[in-house]
């Protein structure tokens, strides 16, 4: 497969503030030299404790936040040569609270004829014909679409967690960034949500990357496996090789204690099922 979505060499260090002056402070490395690739249509995982440096390295991936060194390609050309609204239809990214993502006095209609808009200004996009309204991308994410005209504020936790990925992928782009976008919701509505991921990965080829302090939901949606430990990448290959027979420590005392409950991860029982 053809590689998509490339971090060469990231690092990131960040400073506490110190003093009258805000003089630099103690340093945390959050990222320490990182290389990790997703091809196209790939769903990739990326594994770690809360602390661990993956929500800084996947805004750097999703062009949010840049590295002190190391660089971002995505189809071989550095991130930073995109325009925002050229990469937006690349990489787009949903985070794990859509409350704080989300314009609360705007509409779930406007929010996303407003990306249909801005993809339309882009004359290389070719999206399929069934993705061209508000109206379908509504219905591709499960969501009535009578919400269009409800504000964040008025929609369940799952409905604005569906909005906020409908409106990233509404741009179309070549690969998602999942910020722990279902840790934050019970069970069933998690699991909804992962058969939803995958189903659109499944029919539109769109790359992901799924992060997530779980890693048995990792093993569930993923193909291929990034686990990480103070801002470094400890473990990585298939997906049935680090979850099934685990080498670094770390990964082996995560599969022991379930990273981090059996509970949170039952959506391995229903994600084959149709969820309301």
Not at 10 to 26: D, M, N, P, Q, V
Not at 184 to 194: E, G
Not at 238 to 261: D, I, N, Q
Request: hydrophobic share 40%; aromatic share 8%.
């Amino acid at each position: 497969m053809k590689k998509l979505l490339e971090l060469k060499n990231i690092s990131k260090t960040f400073y506490s503030e110190k003093g009258l002056l805000f003089s630099r402070g103690a340093a945390k490395e959050a990222c320490k030299n990182i290389n990790m690739n997703i091809s196209s249509g790939e769903i990739v995982a990326l594994v770690g404790e809360s602390g661990s440096g993956k929500t800084t390295l996947s805004r750097i991936a999703a062009g949010l936040l840049s590295p002190d060194s190391g660089a971002v390609f995505i189809e071989g050309r550095a991130l930073e040569r995109y325009s925002p609204l050229q990469r937006a239809s690349k990489i787009g990214i949903v985070f794990q609270n859509p409350s704080d993502s989300l314009n609360p006095v705007l509409t779930g209609g406007y929010m996303i004829r407003e990306a249909l808009r801005n993809r339309k200004r882009l004359d290389y996009q070719n999206p399929p014909p069934e993705l061209s309204s508000a109206e379908s991308i509504f219905a591709e994410f499960s969501l009535d679409f009578k919400l269009a005209s409800s504000r964040p504020g008025d929609m369940s936790g799952g409905q604005r967690q569906r909005l906020a990925a409908a409106r990233s992928f509404a741009m179309f782009p070549s690969c998602l960034v999942l910020d722990e976008v279902t840790s934050s919701l019970d069970v069933s509505t998690a699991a909804s949500i992962i058969k939803l991921l995958k189903r659109i990965n499944a029919r539109y080829g769109t790359a992901m990357l799924f992060i997530t302090h779980n890693l048995v939901l990792a093993e569930i949606i993923s193909e291929r496996m990034f686990v990480m430990k103070e801002g470094e990448i400890v473990e990585s290959g298939s997906t049935w090789e680090v979850f099934g027979s685990p080498r670094h420590p770390y990964v082996r005392e995560l599969k022991a204690a379930g990273m981090l409950s059996r509970e949170e991860a039952g959506a391995s029982r229903y994600a084959g099922r149709e969820s309301a």
